[in-house]
């Protein structure tokens, strides 16, 4: 009896220690059990004696996972029923469901009140399907998608900004809008663009003015006469500064008799002009960022009168307007090389076209006008290529004809008593943007627009008339020359 008593206490002791071993084994070795939201069977930790510590556990809204846990289940205990629930299956089976997006525990206990096992439970949005999504549609960029309450954040690397803005367009369609998502994906590598632009405009005009003033005067006693037919240029609006030929005959009085007096002033004016404007402005920018360039100035224009109510003084206010060559663009490097590109350039001069005049304080003062040229758009070139982004060919021909009613008619003589004046504009402008994709270079393989500079000498400039000199061209083979003396730095 004895015998059999030693063998079952020994039989008994052999169990505990193989469960104490089990439960050491599950506690210490995380990894036996599931911590994550799939569905397959999970096995529970055991506790042997007193509470353990809770398992956290990871589950998407309408998700479920099995428990199956080493005792009969007696009692549940679910925290918040409305982010996840419990159902039991069986005694020794349950099931926890994920409701909606929150953190809650459950705890699980057995006949004696002892804790089962317990879980804390963070029940996030499903993202399995938007990780799919992504990888099809991204498939070279390595992008991780977590949830963050009930939104979502990318994070990880893209090749351009284009791929991170379509993952964010793309994750925010899926998860029900831009608000819940957060975008932190980096771009590799951002690349950088040179843009050349070229604005080009050739002005011609063509101005002839032919008429004839005349003026005679006739007295007869006390009475006198006059006529004077002084004709205008119209179309130009001014006369311009010509030839002009002054013929008369007559005078007041012949042999005492009153003749009359006539006086003709011919006025005969051509002129021809050219303007060309040439504008390089070239700008480098990361992609995605925007960059400005401007070379210009401002000129003064009043802006009104301010008067001091004591002394009753009044001083001119003066404000500024910008002129010049100005380039804003933001590139974006796009897949194949390509750039998308939103450019506005402007180019703008002073002009005493269209100016006007103001007197005041005796004295006067002539406001000019600025004529300017302005293209804003957005467009697609790969890099190095070259596209017109805007023209204009503009021809305006005015011709204006001044006499007196009825003479001007006459097939000869009605020359005398008109004037013509005729314009002809012709304008021709084009806009060309050329972007590059660009790496930085050393600091020797850049030119700078003063090498090769050197003032010219006192005996050069006043014998020769020069007033610089070039030396040290690149490319340029020099011939092979003893140097004598001080050198190593440029001497007269």
Do not use: H, W
């Amino acid at each position: 009896m004895k015998c059999r008593e030693n063998q079952r206490s020994t039989r008994t002791l052999m169990v505990r220690a193989l469960s104490f071993s089990a439960v050491a084994a599950l506690t210490l070795n995380p990894a036996l059990t599931p911590v994550v939201a799939s569905d397959y069977r999970a096995v529970a930790p055991v506790a042997a004696d007193g509470p353990m510590n809770a398992r956290f556990l990871a589950l998407g809204i309408g998700k479920s996972i099995v428990i199956d846990l080493p005792r009969d289940i007696k009692d549940v205990l679910v925290a918040d029923p409305k982010i996840a629930n419990a159902v039991v299956r069986s005694a020794q089976r349950a099931y926890i469901i994920g409701a909606a997006v929150g953190q809650t525990n459950i705890v699980f206990f057995d006949s004696a009140g002892q804790q089962i096992a317990a879980y804390d439970i963070a029940v996030k949005r499903d993202l399995n399907g938007v990780r799919a999504a992504l990888k099809q549609t991204l498939p070279n960029a390595d992008i991780q998608i977590e949830g963050v309450g009930d939104g979502v954040m990318l994070s990880g690397s893209a090749a351009s900004p284009i791929e991170a803005q379509q993952a964010g367009e793309l994750a925010a369609r899926l998860v029900g809008g831009a608000d819940k998502v957060v975008n932190s994906i980096s771009v590799r590598g951002r690349d950088q663009v040179m843009l050349k632009v070229t604005v080009a405009e050739v002005q011609r005009s063509i101005i002839k003015q032919l008429g004839i003033d005349l003026s005679a005067t006739m007295n007869y006693g006390t009475t006198a006469v006059t006529f004077d037919n002084n004709n205008p240029f119209t179309a130009l609006g001014r006369s311009l500064a010509g030839n002009s030929a002054v013929a008369g005959f007559g005078s007041a009085t012949r042999n005492g008799v009153p003749v009359p007096s006539i006086q003709a002033t011919i006025r005969a004016m051509e002129g021809a002009g050219v303007i060309r404007t040439l504008a390089e402005p070239n700008l480098t920018a990361i992609s995605g960022e925007s960059a400005t360039f401007i070379a210009g100035g401002e000129f003064p224009i009043p802006a009104g009168y301010s008067c001091d109510p004591i002394t009753r003084a009044c001083t001119t206010q003066i404000s500024f307007k910008k002129f010049g060559i100005s380039l804003n663009f933001t590139p974006v490097v796009m897949t194949e090389g390509r750039i998308s590109l939103r450019v506005m350039t402007e180019v703008s001069e002073l002009s005493n076209d269209n100016s006007i005049t103001l007197n005041q304080a005796g004295s006067s003062l002539t406001i000019p006008s600025v004529k300017t040229r302005r293209a804003e758009t957005t467009l697609e070139i790969p890099s190095g290529g070259a596209m017109a982004m805007a023209g204009l060919i503009q021809d305006q021909t005015k011709q204006a004809i001044n006499g007196l009613p009825g003479l001007t008619q006459l097939p000869v003589l009605g020359a005398l008593f008109r004037s013509r004046d005729f314009v002809n504009s012709q304008t021709e402008l084009m806009v060309i943007v050329t972007p590059f994709i660009v790496r930085a270079v050393a600091q020797k393989d850049l030119s700078r627009p003063d090498d090769g500079f050197a003032a010219a000498s006192d005996p050069q400039a006043d014998l020769i008339g020069n007033i610089n000199r070039i030396y040290g061209v690149p490319g340029r083979v020099e011939p092979a020359r003893n140097y004598r003396g001080t050198y190593g730095f440029i001497t007269d």
